[in-house]
């Protein structure tokens, strides 16, 4: 497993083609427009941090992605079952074990080699001495890492994590951290929606800000601090609360 | 204290299914124990058909006139009787469960009874059609009806009992009797004694003592046909009138066959909508639903797979539940392959109203409980027996049944568990619910997952 940088400030492969595309999403709630022309794009290993306060859009944006939910406008270049998700909340059998959980999603998702795939995930999450333990039986770091094994089965070239690390002690987030560098490493895209900015910082190629629904911003976290000046200066976290406040949120 | 009334008053109306159903479940058990309580066997809806001319109801018995609708009264006082003018209405009227039976009363009732008890012939019957739908209510009609016409034969006896006594007394005693318009001396067993100990030896024939003699024999021949006589009015007295019945609708099924369907069908019943309806809210609780849904499994496939799983598991619980009730019940063995299908489909049907249960509650525990509380009156609903309850109110228990798979389950494992009626009908009403039932569980699922 690849090791955390401290912080990672360049794109992933910036010259391969985006794995991840959708443009101009629109999505409404009765009469509240809970996105607004967002857009969004990932390449091969990119590493994208959706931020933004409570309601902002976060995750109906990634559920659009995931195929969840349909948008009212708008356009996602890709099909569905291209995007590994992972939802907020663990979704697996807590009456079945790891494996079990594993070898059952690998049969739906069609893995020829299910056993392998098995394995495989076994030995990214570092979860091979608990292959035969009820997930209920698991922690939350653990649980998590299951839950994030089940949505990479099958290999998928882009991988969306909904507060990945929410609920999470600092030695298991950090944990969780390392598991999910490791798969930016060896290529995967990954669009992670979180509400610790610093995690948008330390690990996010890119940020975009969403707010009300509205994309307010979309680049490096560097140049995120450099559109609000020295008001930003102080750290990543000032320079997002100031740059919401600049923008009147 | 106050504050903590207020948040779960606050919660409760919050969850308009769950006070739904904690305000309209009592009322429904409440109206079913009511129904139960006053639908009581006490006077019974009965249909009869009166054919016997109103000029006809006087009889003549020993020279005796007897008034048969009065001695008929006990038999009218013990039912409801609804009055019919044709013996086509009257089926209708039991085949619609408006009625429990019918009695038909032929036109020649009271001359067959005159005949009979003048020895002329067979005492006449009385013809009772029921519907033998149910056999509970099959037992209950026919116990209730015959008991009542045997009320109205009791009094019918007391009388003729009274007539053959004065038969005997005559034959005894001696006296004039009218027969047929004609009048006989009749000599009496006391007088001929006294004349018979006064013959003696050989009589010459023209002499007083051979008219005599012709007097005893005259008796003697009487007393032969009086006794005759007799013996048909105390044979009439046993049943001056006799009960035939007629199926109008259903078969004959067994009593035990028929407890033994109820069991199995209840048994089907609580497995099957229990666990589709806990199967299938256990996916949202797990967050496990979006993420088979997304492209993994269709919705209509999950469905179909939470339906599948509970039918068989019911299956299996409901064959072993027969085959252990069989030890007990004599049950077909030979009509296995009905009980299968009778089984498998009401357990489809079963299993399609769970998931749609288990949608609209989205929570395992709320699931269960709603599967738990719709289940028992959906139950009592399909066992109301027709004629049980007023004409209007039984068409809405039927409607009501007839939109639950409990009914249909119930008639088709009554046919493959008897020799009656068809399988063919309910299986495909069967049918029908469990594609109706998925829809339904279908279009819940839209806000299956929503928070």
Redesign the interface.
């Known amino acids: 497993m690849a090791q955390p940088s401290a912080t990672v400030s360049e794109p992933g492969r910036s010259d391969a083609a985006p794995v991840l595309e959708a443009r101009d999403l629109v999505k409404r709630f009765g009469d509240r427009v809970a996105l607004r022309n967002v857009s969004i794009s990932a390449r091969p290993g990119e590493l994208v941090a959706v931020i933004g306060p409570n309601g902002a859009g976060k995750t109906t944006l990634l559920s659009i992605l995931a195929g969840i939910q349909r948008p009212d406008g708008g356009e996602v270049g890709h099909v569905p079952a291209r995007i590994g998700w992972v939802p907020q909340q663990p979704s697996l059998y807590s009456k079945l074990t790891v494996a079990e959980n594993l070898r059952l999603f690998a049969r739906l998702e069609g893995c020829a080699d299910v056993a392998g795939a098995v394995d495989r995930m076994l030995d990214q999450t570092g979860l091979h001495d608990r292959a035969d333990s009820l997930a209920s039986t698991l922690s939350g770091g653990n649980r998590q890492r299951l839950n994030i094994a089940i949505g990479l089965l099958a290999e998928p070239p882009v991988l969306l994590l909904d507060e990945p690390s929410a609920a999470l002690d600092p030695r298991q987030r950090e944990r969780l951290w390392d598991f999910i560098f490791g798969l930016s490493a060896g290529g995967t895209a990954v669009v992670y929606s979180t509400h610790n900015v610093q995690e948008a910082d330390r690990y996010g190629h890119n940020v975009i800000v969403l707010a009300d629904g509205e994309r307010l911003f979309a680049g490096s976290p560097r140049e995120l601090e450099r559109a609000v000046g020295e008001a930003g200066a102080r750290d990543f976290e000032a320079a997002f609360v100031e740059f919401l406040r600049q923008r009147g949120h | 204290m106050r504050w903590l009334l207020l948040k779960d008053l606050r919660i409760l109306s919050r969850s308009p299914l769950l006070v739904a159903m904690l305000v309209i479940y009592p009322i429904v058990i409440a109206a079913l124990v009511g129904f139960a309580v006053t639908s009581g066997p006490d006077k019974p809806r009965v249909a009869v058909l009166n054919e016997v001319p109103a000029s006809a109801t006087q009889i003549s018995l020993g020279g005796e006139s007897v008034n048969v609708s009065k001695e008929a009264k006990p038999l009218f006082d013990a039912i409801h009787p609804v009055y019919v003018h044709s013996r086509q209405e009257a089926i209708d009227k039991v085949k619609s469960g408006d009625v429990l039976g019918a009695l038909i009363l032929p036109p020649d009732l009271t001359r067959r009874l005159e005949a009979a008890t003048a020895g002329g012939g067979q005492p006449p019957s009385v013809e009772v059609l029921f519907n033998a739908e149910d056999p509970a209510k099959l037992r209950f009609v026919e116990n209730t009806i015959k008991a009542r016409v045997q009320d109205a034969n009791s009094a019918l006896a007391k009388k003729f009992t009274q007539v053959a006594a004065s038969y005997i007394h005559l034959l005894a005693t001696g006296g004039r009797f009218s027969f047929f318009g004609q009048t006989f001396d009749v000599l009496g067993l006391q007088r001929a004694e006294q004349i018979l100990h006064g013959l003696g030896g050989k009589v010459p024939k023209g002499s007083a003592a051979s008219m005599q003699l012709a007097q005893v024999t005259q008796f003697a021949h009487l007393a032969r046909q009086n006794l005759g006589l007799a013996n048909s009015v105390l044979d009439a007295v046993g049943t001056p009138i006799r009960v035939d019945t007629t199926i109008v609708k259903g078969g004959k099924t067994p009593l035990g066959s028929f407890a033994a369907a109820i069991a199995a069908t209840v048994t089907l019943m609580f497995v099957t909508v229990l666990l589709a309806a806990g199967a299938l809210a256990l996916e949202r609780e797990?967050?496990?639903f979006?993420?088979?849904v997304?492209?993994?499994?269709s919705r209509t496939g999950l469905l179909a797979e939470k339906v599948a799983l509970a039918a068989l598991c019911s299956l299996v619980v409901g064959l072993l539940l027969l085959a252990g009730l069989s030890v007990f019940v004599t049950l077909p063995w030979s009509r296995f392959a009905l009980w299968v299908a009778a089984l498998g489909l009401g357990a489809l049907g079963f299993g399609a109203l769970g998931v749609a249960m288990g949608a609209l509650a989205r929570e395992v525990r709320a699931a269960s409980l709603m599967a738990f509380m719709a289940s028992l009156p959906i139950a009592v609903l399909g066992l109301v027996p027709s004629g049980a309850v007023s004409s209007w109110l039984y068409d809405v228990v039927r409607g009501v049944s007839a939109a639950f798979p409990f009914k249909p389950t119930l008639d088709a494992l009554k046919s493959a568990l008897s020799h009656s009626g068809g399988v063919a009908g309910p299986l495909l009403h069967l049918a029908i619910l469990t594609a109706v039932f998925t829809l339904l569980a279908r279009l819940a699922l839209r806000r299956f997952a929503v928070d």
């Open positions: 797990q967050n496990a979006l993420r088979v997304r492209g993994l499994v």
